[in-house]
């Protein structure tokens, strides 16, 4: 059995409570670097932007992650200020990443609107 004197055991509570205190403030720190990073993004987004990031988000957590690291620092520099659905769009599939938008064609006639497939449906009856 191991024993240790009160000077000891001192010690190492203080180093522990420093270790903690230290990762409280590590935590408070990425948290406040996200809210961060996503004020920054939804004051360059524009239109349907975000909807293509989430997209990407989803099937490309770890690329995506990267790009928005890469906008955040251009819009910091202050090369770019807005950016619309279709230029991330653009963006994202010229870095090689093949994302893919849910996307329907929606008809309106005679006061209700109507899926395309809903139209041929009907023409074909």
Known sequence: MIIMSDKELKAIRQKR???????????????????????????????????VFNASKFQFPLETSKITKLLVKLVLEGNISQMNGEQLFTLIRQLGLPIKLKTSINYLGKGKIKSLSEKFKESMR
């Open 17 to 51: 409570i420093q270790e903690l205190k230290k990762t409280r403030i590590l935590k408070k720190q990425k948290t406040d670097s996200e809210i961060n990073i996503t004020k920054i993004l939804n004051k360059l987004f524009k239109g349907r932007a975000w909807e």
